[in-house]
T-cell receptor, first 115, second 113 residues
Framework: AQSVTQLGSHVSVSEGALVLLRCNYSSSVPPYLFWYVQYPNQGLQLLLKYTTGATLVKGINGFEAEFKKSETSFHLTKPSAHMSDAAEYFCAVTYSGGGADGLTFGKGTHLIIQP | DADVTQTPRNRITKTGKRIMLECSQTKGHDRMYWYRQDPGLGLRLIYYSFDVKDINKGEISDGYSVSRQAQAKFSLSLESAIPNQTALYFC????????????FGPGTRLLVL
């Protein structure tokens, strides 16, 4: 069985500051990891994903995440927050061949950007 | 036009009523999924379908049923709605070749009174 833990249901940062959203996973097999973003009243949009290969993954809107197997983590970062980054962020996990069973999502982190 | 559409976008119904949520996609994907989102709980899988003839239960299928009418259409039914089914419902699609990458519709907000 796999699971995802997102530390912090709400994270508040100042505009221009570093964004760090934490995600830890549990999986008995090599994971595929995802970050999705949900803007108000919209569906989920894929930010980035890790399947195999390079452990530092770059996504849209300046976000990136690093897969660290030893720490079972896949934290999301952005060097400089923008007001438009305010949204709900979800980390999700599946595994090779397991995507057909759907993704296992974390509970989400609401990112607040202070002016 | 959106690749994954859901109708209705918002729905209010009463306890005991039957309700159907519909999902259509123009992406040509063979796999489709229904999730529900509750505040503080993230998204949980209700049902998924590999193709028209293959339907599978997810984590929380009790109280729900689905129908895959065509490759492009996947509907979710609540046979007798209850208040704790009040949630935001999402449809998603993926290909069999890259099944781990799912594309989501805009969601249907359901309120059961």
């Amino acid at each position: 069985a796999q699971s995802v833990t997102q530390l912090g249901s709400h994270v508040s940062v100042s505009e221009g500051a570093l964004v760090l959203l934490r995600c830890n996973y549990s999986s008995s097999v090599p994971p595929y990891l995802f970050w999705y973003v949900q803007y108000p009243n919209q569906g989920l949009q894929l930010l980035l994903k890790y399947t195999t290969g390079a452990t530092l993954v770059k996504g849209i809107n300046g976000f990136e995440a690093e897969f660290k197997k030893s720490e079972t983590s896949f934290h999301l970062t952005k060097p400089s927050a923008h007001m438009s980054d305010a949204a709900e962020y979800f980390c999700a996990v599946t595994y090779s061949g397991g995507g057909a069973d759907g993704l296992t999502f974390g509970k989400g982190t609401h990112l607040i950007i202070q002016p | 036009d959106a690749d994954v559409t859901q109708t209705p976008r918002n729905r209010i119904t009463k306890t005991g009523k039957r309700i159907m949520l519909e999902c259509s996609q123009t992406k040509g994907h063979d796999r489709m999924y229904w999730y529900r989102q509750d505040p503080g709980l993230g998204l949980r899988l209700i049902y998924y379908s590999f193709d028209v003839k293959d339907i599978n239960k997810g984590e929380i299928s009790d109280g729900y049923s689905v129908s895959r009418q065509a490759q492009a259409k996947f509907s979710l039914s609540l046979e007798s709605a209850i208040p704790n089914q009040t949630a935001l419902y999402f449809c998603a699609t993926s290909t069999s070749r890259q099944q781990e990458t799912q594309y989501f519709g805009p969601g249907t907000r359901l309120l059961v009174l």
